[in-house]
């Protein structure tokens, strides 16, 4: 344990200074805040915000974290000869990566927005959920970037899986979806939708805020699916829950090939 | 002879004016009158009733003759959840500060605590009145005025519900500034003819907060309804204003900010529609001006089926719904013009204020939505920005005419 405290000291004081981390930080910066100057609507600027959680931080997770591990193989190696115990490694890099990350974006998102608190008296609740999201979109997404980086050698086949990850998650998943419910249309497909986007985490980080945001449209439809599930606590629990299986599964499964493997 | 027709003048205008002088009754426990219907028996037109407080069980107290009757500290009269309480057949009746509770549910009778039966000029104001199956109720009057009421149901199912302010075949009626919750429909007019409603706050419910049919030349303005059933539903009707009004939080499938069906050559301008499942969904109607109107965070701001024509949109303020406009054809026949939507993506470059690119309001997503709405859940993914984005471009399937040409830059104050 100490000595995972140790890596992930290091590795987060080498990765806050490092120019990935800065970027990203200024990049969330600079876009909450050109948003919100921009439009000055809170509706406007929480819909852009979702893209940002949604689409981008997914992307920079998993790219930023498989180049991170194949750039640091030099040093995993040099440090596997050291009387350290594997998983200390293995999370000291995963967090001493996660942990610069979502600093960056609470903070590059978060002074812009405390800012300018006053336009989002409204919807504090939505910008909270909209973290919570983000946050898990890091853990998640960087969770899987170690997984494919573990198990592929080879670089560029590694970059080209989590970038097919990312599509399909964020994008390819969703046709499916709706193929499936074009499809399946004569039939009573509500409860089926709903356990499709659960298993997604980026739809259920989009659920979960636009069961915020467009609470009015979501009513409209058959309210009862929506306002059953999603509407009271248990949905919410659950739909935490799912996130969390979904970062703590990768990263198992991540350590658990990374223990075995010869190096 | 002329001392003759003095004399009788003289005797005649005595007689009439003691006809003319009206008469105060009073009516309470330590009073010449105990019941309200004693008092009721004896007083003749235009005298004065006042009622002190206590509570009255009195069945159904028939008013067949032109008072005023006057509750002082809001006396009870209660209708048992058996009778009508009070039915007025007579002309310029005025009632006010009464507290009526209790009218009886019935299938067959249409009970109200206060009944208005084809008569004139009668002005129901300043009471209070709860639990009742229907509240007031005028039936083929004309020239009165409902004003200042505070008027609560127990919501329990609709068949059970009685209306808040019912109105059928009237005209000339003012409907003013009543508070009206929890009831069938707040306030419902059937065949009533260039009447008023203003000022009303009608919340809570089972249905429709206003129900407006067949029903022309008639205006609403500065009302609130919220948290209603079904939102507000005009029908049939010719020459509605719907003006300043306030359309909030009407949750559900079925739910309306305001619902138009076979409307023509109407008004709606001013008003302000928030968070509802659906703004305005229109049906069957035409050349209604829609216009000055803010729609925030609604559903669908619009829903406009495609058997209407001739509705014209303009300097409208649309901002943050999840879908702007809906429509279930490809053929539009209804125009938009200058209104401000903040989904807006283009540019104006000449600085007029108006963007250089039209606006194109009908998302693919929409049509999709419309047609299977369970998809509803893929609402803000990527995947739906992408096939929006490129049907934006290429327009196959969103109606091709239903276009802003001329959207405008900044938010209409």
Not at chain 2, 150 to 169: P, R
Not at chain 2, 341 to 362: A, C, E, T
Request: proline share 2%.
């Amino acid at each position: 344990m100490n000595s995972l405290l140790k890596i992930l000291k290091y590795q987060m004081q080498d990765n806050i200074r490092s120019k990935w981390v800065l970027g990203c930080f200024l990049f969330f910066l600079a876009f909450t805040y050109w948003i919100i100057s921009f439009t000055g609507e809170a509706p406007k600027v929480i819909m852009s915000l979702l893209n940002i959680i949604l689409i981008v931080i997914p992307l920079i997770s998993i790219v930023f974290g498989t180049v991170y591990i194949y750039n640091n193989k030099n040093f995993i190696t040099f440090m596997l000869t050291q009387p350290v115990n594997r998983s200390s490694i293995y999370g000291g890099l995963y967090f001493g990566l996660v942990l610069p990350l979502i600093l960056s974006f609470i903070a590059g998102v978060g002074i812009p927005i405390l800012v300018n608190i006053t336009i989002f008296s409204e919807s504090i609740f939505t910008l909270i959920i909209i973290f919570i999201t983000g946050i898990f979109q890091v853990l998640i997404f960087t969770a899987f970037a170690f997984l494919i980086a573990t198990l592929n050698e080879d670089k560029l086949k590694g970059l080209g899986l989590s970038i097919f990850i990312w599509l399909f998650f964020t994008a390819v998943y969703d046709g499916l979806i709706l193929f499936l419910l074009q499809m399946f249309q004569d039939y009573p497909i509500e409860k089926f939708a709903l356990g499709l986007t659960l298993i997604n985490p980026v739809d259920l980080g989009r659920i979960l805020v636009i069961l915020k945001f467009d609470v009015s449209a979501l009513m409209g439809y058959t309210g009862a699916v929506f306002e059953n599930f999603f509407g009271k606590t248990t949905g919410f629990a659950v739909s935490i829950l799912v996130l969390i299986i979904w970062f703590i599964l990768p990263l198992t499964l991540g350590f658990k090939k990374f223990s075995k493997k010869d190096i | 002879m002329m001392n003759g027709i003095k004399i009788f003048i003289t005797a005649w205008l005595i007689l009439v004016n003691a006809d003319i002088a009206a008469k105060v009754l009073i009516v309470g426990k330590q009073q010449k009158y105990k019941l309200i219907s004693e008092a009721l028996e004896v007083s003749s037109s235009s005298d004065t009733i006042i009622i002190k407080s206590g509570t009255y069980k009195e069945g159904n107290l028939i008013v067949d003759k032109s008072l005023t009757i006057i509750g002082k500290d809001f006396p009870v009269i209660d209708g048992e959840n058996k009778y009508e309480n009070i039915t007025i057949k007579a002309d310029n009746v005025i009632i006010s500060g009464l507290k009526l509770i209790n009218s009886g549910l019935s299938f067959i009778d249409d009970n109200a605590a206060i009944k208005l039966d084809e008569v004139n000029n009668c002005i129901i104001t300043n009471n209070r009145f709860d639990k009742n199956f229907f509240a007031v109720y005028l039936a083929k009057s004309s020239g009165c005025e409902v004003s200042n009421n505070k008027i609560t149901g127990v919501k329990t199912s609709e068949a059970s519900s009685g209306n808040g302010i019912h109105l059928w075949y009237c005209k000339n009626i003012v409907i003013k500034d009543n508070y009206i919750k929890g009831h069938r429909d707040g306030i419902y007019f059937e065949f009533v003819q260039s009447s008023l409603i203003t000022g009303n706050t009608s919340e809570d419910n089972l249905r429709y907060g206003l129900h407006f049919m067949f029903s022309d030349s008639c205006s609403y303005s500065e009302n609130i309804f919220k948290h209603n059933g079904a939102g507000v539903a005009v029908m049939f009707t010719k020459n509605v204003e719907m003006r300043n009004n306030r359309f909030e939080n009407n949750w559900g499938g079925a739910s309306y900010g305001i619902l138009l069906k076979d409307i023509t050559d109407s008004k709606i301008e001013n008003n302000y529609f928030y968070k509802n499942s659906s703004g305005i969904y229109i049906e069957g109607s035409n050349r209604v001006v829609v216009s000055n109107n803010e729609f925030i965070e609604n559903g669908w701001a619009i829903r406009l089926m495609a058997n209407s024509m001739d509705n014209y949109f303009s300097k409208n303020n649309f901002i943050g719904n999840s879908f702007d406009v809906a429509t279930n054809s490809v053929k539009n026949y209804n125009e938009f013009n200058n209104n401000y939507w903040s989904d807006y993506s283009g540019y104006d470059l000449d600085k007029n204020g108006i963007g250089d690119v039209p606006y194109r309001p009908v998302k693919l997503f929409s049509l999709i939505v419309e047609k299977n709405r369970p998809t509803l859940i893929l609402l803000r993914s990527m995947f739906v920005g992408i096939l929006d984005a490129a049907e934006k471009i290429f327009p196959a399937l969103t109606p091709e005419t239903l276009i802003d040409n001329l959207p405008s830059m900044k938010r209409f104050l």
